[in-house]
Each structure stands twice: as C-alpha cells, then as structure tokens.
C-alpha cells in the first residue's frame, strides 16, 4: 500500500461531460502530480502541485483542470469529455522540497471511460 | 528538459534466468535521482529501486539491481533468478532537483517471462 488514495476507481460518463478524480496524498507528502496512461501507452505528466500551489504543467489539456487543496488532497477537473480522454489517471505524491531521493509514491489510479 | 529513452519496447526472459533492461538520459545537471517502477497487469505503479547520482555504488534490492554509469548517462536494470511475477512493464524514471522536483519517464519496457 502506497499510502496514496484516489477516488474513484473506474467513472464511466458519456462525452461531453465533466468528471473529478480525486487524491489524497501520503502522509506528509507535500507535492501532487497527474498523470494520464492510455492503454498501452507511458506515463503523460498532466500538472503537480507543491503545497496548494501549482509547481509545473505538463501536456494538459485546457479542457483539464487541477487544485490541491489545504488539507493537500487534489482534485483533477476533466470536462467536455471526449472519447480519446478514456485513460488511466494516475495520482502520485513525494515529499518535495529537499527530501530529493524520495521516490514518486503512486495510488491505484482512476479509470475513466468515455462512451 | 531532460529526457529518458528506454530503446527495449520488449524484451523476454526464460523462468530463472537474468535480464538486463537498459535506459539512458540526457541531462546537464551534476545531481540528480533514478528510479525504476514496475508496472503489472494490474496497472498498479511499484518502485523497484533508486539510485543517487552521487553514489557510485549501484544499488541492489534482492534480486534487482541497477548498473548505473554515470559518465555514459546509463540506467540500466538487471533482474537476476527471473519469476513469473516479474512480468510487467519497466519504467525508468529521473527525478531532476533543480526543475521544481519534476520526474521525467522512460516510454517503457515490456517484460515477458517464459516458464
């Protein structure tokens, strides 16, 4: 068990809808990241938070949104869904700042489909 | 940004025997971390090992271990006594300590292990 909690695990929606996937981090982890794995395919770095605020974007989409709230837990907005946005979502958390040989420590991730 | 190139899509291994998964990375920075993860059919993300780029001694977990030359920007992962539960998708990644924390994956290995 990574200690890392994400919510749900599998959303079906239809396209054109908004989704929220939702992350608690480790204990004591300050930074959050987002990743989306299509099937088959590698890690796409999406956003990661440091301690509420926003540290580096990735290959988000403006359709994607993120926060990380004070209690450190993030959410990731997806809206106008669109059927190539079915993935995997991974959440991952690390404890950022100096603690560099901490590893990413990854929940079980979300599965979204889209019909 | 740095860049992590694993150039094994697939690679496979007879039941007990020794598998070396190579990664290279390109990167200017003096310091930095590596990691492998081990993805398997379950899609769940597991840390198999960590290497500091300070350490020139290479890293061993039981049965893994990593051949890390530094000068040649080379990662590379050797699993010895190969397990059926060792199929799995390998991912390489480097942490950057000077780029916000960011972690840059490898597109992956595909491990395939014959009985």
């Known amino acids: 068990d990574s200690g890392v909690t994400q919510t749900p695990k599998h959303l079906i929606t239809a396209t054109g809808q908004r989704v929220t996937l939702r992350c608690s981090p480790r204990?004591?982890?300050?930074?959050v990241y987002w990743y989306q794995q299509s099937l088959d395919q590698g890690l796409q770095f999406l956003i990661q938070?440091?301690?509420?605020?926003?540290?580096a974007k990735g290959n988000i989409l403006e359709r994607f949104s993120a926060q990380q709230f004070p209690d450190l837990h993030s959410e990731l907005n997806l809206s106008s869904l669109e059927l190539g946005d079915s993935a995997l979502y991974f959440c991952?958390?690390?404890?950022?700042?100096?603690?560099?040989?901490?590893?990413?420590?990854f929940g079980n991730g979300t599965r979204l489909t889209v019909t | 940004a740095q860049t992590v190139t694993q150039s094994q899509p697939e690679m496979s291994v007879q039941e007990a025997e020794t598998v070396t998964l190579s990664c290279t990375y390109d990167?200017?920075?003096?310091?930095?971390?590596l990691f492998w993860y081990k993805q398997p059919p379950s899609r769940q993300m597991i840390l198999v090992i960590r290497?500091?780029?300070?350490?020139?001694q290479n890293a061993t977990e039981n049965r893994f271990s990593v051949n890390f030359q530094k000068a040649a920007k080379s990662f590379s992962l050797k699993i010895s006594d190969s397990q059926l539960g060792d199929a799995a998708m390998y991912f390489c990644?480097?942490?950057?300590?000077?780029?916000?924390?960011?972690?840059?994956f490898g597109t992956g290995t595909s491990l395939t292990v014959i009985p």
């Open positions: 991952a958390s690390s404890v950022g700042a100096s603690s560099y040989n901490s590893p990413l420590h």
């Open positions: 204990s004591g982890d300050l930074s």
């Open positions: 938070y440091y301690n509420g605020e926003e540290r």
């Open positions: 990167t200017s920075e003096s310091d930095y971390y």
């Open positions: 290497q500091e780029a300070y350490k020139q």
């Open positions: 990644a480097y942490r950057s300590i000077y780029t916000g924390n960011q972690f840059y």
